[in-house]
């Protein structure tokens, strides 16, 4: 039985299962709630930032979320793993194309 999961900021909900992680129980009911990215934990693009709810996550590099964000809720998705219904907010907007881009880089080349 999966756990709700909520993401208040993007006004979706999903069902997620303790063995799957929130990005990829997002992913598995075609949800596009929170950004995905490599889903791995490599890229930081997942993070979010947990209101409520009970979870485990697995190791996550400081460099995408450091010890203090972590004491504040801060988490990457792809590493977060649901023990009972969860509430949310994605932190970065979901854009279209690659989903690594996380700003419009312009190029000139002379």
Not at 77 to 94: G, K, L, N, T
Request: proline share 4%.
């Amino acid at each position: 039985m999966g756990h709700r999961i909520t993401v208040d900021n993007a006004g979706e909900s999903f069902e997620c299962p303790p063995e799957k992680s929130l990005l990829s129980g997002m992913e598995s009911q075609s949800k596009k709630a929170i950004a995905v990215g490599c889903r791995g934990g490599g890229c930081g693009y997942c993070k979010i930032r947990i209101l409520s709810g009970e979870f485990e996550t697995k190791k996550m590099s400081v460099k995408f979320v450091t010890h203090e964000e972590q004491a504040q809720g801060f988490a990457l998705s792809c590493r977060v793993f649901p023990r009972s219904d969860m509430s949310v907010i994605a932190i970065e907007e979901i854009q279209s194309g690659n989903p690594y881009a996380k700003k419009n880089v312009t190029s000139k080349i002379s």
